[in-house]
């Protein structure tokens, strides 16, 4: 009789083995490593501390030893002399944009323990004029927004701010027309500039495809014209008054997106959708720091002159032989027409040297004489673009 077969036990599972222990050796040598990285950090930070507050004091006793207090609470062609040697001497990880926001820090809070500067600016914040008002005064100063050129020429015309800030020419639209119609109707000088490499991002919450405006200021749309043709072919574009409000829609509104900068997308909460998307990728605006303090002299200097000439033919072209006949190196030449009845032309020049020099001196007194209207708005140092 054949015998029944028997079922088959089934198998247990058998768990794999845990994972070896970490050798105690490698473990405690890691937490050595670290506690040791601690203890070096918490020393360079206790040294980084002592020599900031010594510069700060150093600075505020030049500042008390110094005959004219004014003169070195706003000092810009120190500053800039200052950053080009910073940036020079630094071996990295930090580059040249990072040690100038450190020491430009320690140097605003410092001034303004002497004296708060009181700067309006072309807002909101986080503007392009707002961010150049960081880099000439610090984040210390009381920067104060203002919603228009015209308002910031006010301020300091009425002694509200001590400066004012506003841009006045960009090297892809050319002239800001609001900033020169207030030169002819305010008497304000310059005594400084900013010049700032502008970069625009695309700014959103939704992913590209789904962006159907893109909004931001008439500038900044006119500076990415070409990429967003290209890129954007589905969106429309919306011309708002700051890159600022264009980023706050583009916060608020489905399917929006702005055209702004770095800082607002951090302020907002917003993503990058594409990086550094102007046309022109030298694209720079120079702003112009109103006040009525005279700068002296540094060697490397710019003068800005308002200019109108008879309303008669040749009459400019008289004018600038004055510039060749004393060998004067003009750098911008803009016109801008005469309000009112009166017929004619006002033109803004810049050129290099300072109005004390005896050269630029002869030629501007040579220029008066056959002029209608002249006035030196400003001889201030010239300054390099700023990343």
């Not at 006949?325 to 032309?345: A, Q, V």
Request: proline share 7%; charged share 25%.
């Amino acid at each position: 009789m054949a015998t029944k077969p028997q079922p088959k036990k089934p198998t247990k599972s058998v768990p794999p083995p845990p994972p070896a222990p970490a050798k105690p050796s490698a473990v405690a040598s890691s937490t050595k490593v670290a506690a040791g990285l601690e203890s070096e950090l918490a020393k360079i930070d206790s040294e980084i501390l002592k020599l900031a507050n010594r510069r700060a004091a150093a600075t505020l006793k030049l500042i008390e030893a110094a005959p004219d207090k004014r003169a070195m609470l706003f000092d810009p062609h120190a500053d800039d002399t200052l950053w080009s040697r910073l940036s020079g001497e630094t071996t990295g990880p930090l580059q040249g944009s990072s040690v100038r926001g450190i020491f430009r820090h320690i140097l605003s809070a410092v001034r303004n323990q002497v004296r708060v500067q009181r700067v309006a600016y072309l807002g909101p914040a986080f503007s392009f004029t707002h961010m150049a008002a960081i880099e000439r005064f610090g984040e210390a100063a009381d920067l104060i927004p203002v919603n228009t050129i015209a308002a910031v020429f006010e301020e300091v015309n009425r002694g509200h701010a001590e400066f004012g800030l506003v841009p006045i020419e960009n090297s892809t639209d050319g002239r800001i027309v609001d900033t020169l119609d207030m030169f002819t109707r305010l008497p304000l000088r310059i005594c400084g500039e900013v010049q700032l490499s502008i970069h625009h991002n695309l700014l959103g919450k939704a992913s590209r495809g789904d962006i159907t405006e893109v909004y931001s200021k008439p500038q900044a749309l006119s500076q990415c014209r070409d990429w967003l043709s290209r890129n954007m072919p589905q969106a429309r574009t919306i011309e708002v008054t700051s890159t600022s409000t264009a980023a706050q829609l583009a916060r608020d509104k489905p399917g929006a997106a702005a055209v702004a900068s770095r800082q607002a997308a951090v302020e907002y909460g917003l993503d990058i959708l594409a990086h550094n998307i102007e046309d022109n990728k030298q694209n720079v605006t120079r702003f112009a720091v109103l006040g009525d303090k005279p700068m002296s002299a540094t060697g490397k200097d710019r003068t800005s002159l308002l200019l109108q000439t008879p309303d008669k033919p040749g009459a400019l072209a008289n004018a600038l032989d004055v510039f060749r006949k004393g060998k004067i190196n003009l750098t911008w030449i803009e016109s801008f027409p005469l309000r009112g009845p009166e017929s004619g032309y006002i033109f803004f020049l810049d050129c290099e040297g300072h109005a004390k020099d005896s050269k630029i001196k002869k030629t501007l007194d040579e220029l008066a004489e056959g002029a209608v209207r002249m006035e030196v708005l400003g001889s201030y140092p010239r300054s390099e673009p700023i990343e």
